[in-house]
């Protein structure tokens, strides 16, 4: 027995046409050095080149946003078509573009922005000229994020920002970020915040790149000293921050599917174990559990996103984070277990640390479930 499963694709909604339709593009599309882009991938990211590469493609296609809608020159995907997609793109290890623009601050556009914002915005997260960022986090605000305290303070037409974030990650490359910053100086917690679109190139912003464990530097401090930028470049009225940051995260989280990428993972697993050397048996038991695990998981993301769990949405995103982000851990400690020499499975070990702790750590989506249930 090798450990290995036909993959379940429980995706009924996406009907038969339009998903051999996704198959014979991606089977062209794909070619062997995007492919090899893909699998080369330890981060959340694949290189570059990769990302621009397969950016156009899609692009050209008309699927660079599976989620918009056609008026905003998205897809216009439903939900199951959407994961379809990211499944069948994750089965042939299609490079990883993971555009924040794309999945996170371009829908919140679309639902929350003005027209003027939409006509500036979408077109250019659509064409790859805007990369953005996300800043939220501060040194003194994480999980308790609404103790942040990013100064904005309003002068004639503009805001003038100043303060810090921290850990924001691919900030070195972005050309724009969304920020939380407090307009109320006397205000606390979620109140007297606005949600900002500001560029990266004003004066006084200065980005300062953190080097991880792994050599790689994902994640930045980024410094406002004074810089000015145009209040009515908000999400949202002053004030209001909060409801449009609380919006986001939770668009964020369900415009994500992570089925494909635990898939990934087993498969560079079950890869690097095979070029070290022989998998013994009781290494194929645990890699078969594991895959029995992604199975699970598949099916929960499935009844998650067709809202067919018994909780509320944000806590249903809670559960999807918490468990694929652990789920992660485990197949790559499995990785590195195959083949403890491998450059590959370390770099992999080493980049999904931090999963548990992004976008939320486990212990504070372990808060939230346990309201969701009842629990004091
Ligand atoms: C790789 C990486 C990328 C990131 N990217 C971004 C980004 O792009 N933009 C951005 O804004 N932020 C980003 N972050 C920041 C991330 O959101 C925060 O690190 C996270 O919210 C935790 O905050 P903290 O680091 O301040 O830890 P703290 O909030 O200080 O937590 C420290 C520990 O205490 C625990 N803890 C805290 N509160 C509770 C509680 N109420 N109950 C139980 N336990 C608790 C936490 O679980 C954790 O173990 C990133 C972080 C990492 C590591």
Redesign the pocket.
Known sequence: MDGSFEPVRPYAGADPAFCRHVDTFLDSALTEPLRAAGRATTGLKSSPKACAAWSAILREQGWAAPSWPVEHGGAGWTTAQRLYFENACAERDAPLIQSSGVRTIGPLIIAEGSAAQKARYLPAILDGRHEW?????EPQ?????SALNLRAERDGDDFVLTGS???????QYATHMFLLARCDPSSHGGDGLVFLLVEMNRPGIHVRPIR?IDGEC??NEVFFDGVRTPAADRIGDIGQGWKMAKRLMAIARSNNTTTGMLRRALRAARREGALAGEIDPEMHRKLAGLSLRIDAYEALEHHAVSEQINIDAASATSLLKLMATELHQSITEAGLECAPASAFAQAKYLATR?AT????????H??ILARAIGCP
């Open positions: 960022c996300q800043g939220f986090s605000a994480g999980s308790d994020l974030k921290l850990w924001t990650s691919f900030a991880f994902e994640t931090a702790i992004y976008s939320g750590t486990s212990e504070v372990r808060n």
